[in-house]
């Protein structure tokens, strides 16, 4: 591993790199907006996290309404043993270790070019980039370290692949569109009666669907969701515990709280102390090496 940060994007700020000689991790934590690589555009949503390919030209557009809140991780796949070690990736052709014969990308099975995976926040590879980060921000940067923690990166990040790919249980499509019209609205707290309607079915059935192939009732998938969606909010901005429960779907706050203390066993302010890395709410990045530059 040789670089990684944070980057809160403004609406406006625009700009692009001409070749980025590491592979990247690029993790969405909030808001939203596009980028290209290589002339291809990307969507770039909460959750989203890219693995990027070597040698990109990349350039970033962020959502008017709501620029995304990013991590990074760049990883050097091999780098000589016994070259000095340079905690920094070149973004242009020029710059310092561009092309360095010290340097080079290698293959990843199943994570060549662009790579979309879901990654949340409290997974282990959540975890292991926010560790990543604070470590590159705060640390002396050990080689050794950088080594070790690069090392621990791929093969999360492989094993979450594998898992992205791997073939899910047959599922009735009735229940496949539920589980979609859930995962698009659960914001909005959708009822049984509207799901049955959804599929042209009664109420009880909707329920047989859900305790027969996924072992829970609907009521308690669609609470499921919205408290990982509560969880993952509380560890990635700095929203107000009342407006994470109304992004969710519980407007309530007392009823979210209980809810919230009864499935995971703290209140959403004891679960952010403990576990959420953020103390005050990021601020827009500068971005100093280069000048923005409008997406093509």
Not at 28 to 43: L, N, P, Q
């Amino acid at each position: 591993m040789c670089r990684a940060g944070l980057f809160q994007f403004s609406a406006t700020q625009d700009f692009a790199n001409g070749c980025v000689q590491s592979r990247g991790l690029f993790w969405c934590k909030s808001g939203r907006g596009e980028f290209a690589v290589d002339g291809v555009t990307h969507r770039l949503g909460p959750h989203d996290l890219y693995v990027l390919p070597w040698g990109r030209r990349i350039a970033y557009r962020p959502s008017a309404e709501a620029p995304m809140f990013t991590s990074h991780v760049h990883l050097v796949p091999w780098y000589r043993p016994g070259a000095h070690w340079v905690a920094n990736v070149p973004h242009e052709r020029g710059e310092p270790e561009c092309n360095s014969p010290d340097r080079r990308d290698v293959t990843w099975p199943g994570l060549q070019g662009v790579v979309r995976l879901r990654v949340e926040a409290d997974e282990p590879l959540g975890r292991l980039i926010d560790y990543a980060v604070r470590w590159y921000l705060n640390s002396p940067r050990v080689e050794t370290e950088a080594r070790a923690l690069g090392l621990l990166l791929v093969r999360e990040l492989l094993r979450t692949a594998a898992h992205a790919v791997a073939p899910a249980a047959h599922r009735p499509d009735e229940l496949e569109r539920l589980l979609v019209h859930v995962e698009r609205g659960f914001h909005l707290g959708p009822r049984i009666e509207e799901m049955a309607t959804l599929v042209g079915r009664s109420r009880s059935h909707v329920l047989k669907l859900f305790r027969r192939h996924l072992g829970v009732s609907a009521k308690s998938h669609v609470i499921g969701r919205q408290l990982r969606e509560a969880r993952e909010l509380l560890l990635s901005t700095t929203l107000p515990i009342a407006e994470v429960g109304k992004a969710v779907g519980l407007a309530d706050p007392y009823h979210f709280s209980k809810l919230f203390r009864r499935h995971v066993g703290l209140s959403p302010r004891e679960f952010r102390a403990e576990h959420g890395p953020f103390a005050s709410p990021p601020k827009p990045s500068k971005h100093l090496r280069h000048p923005p530059r409008s997406v093509g």
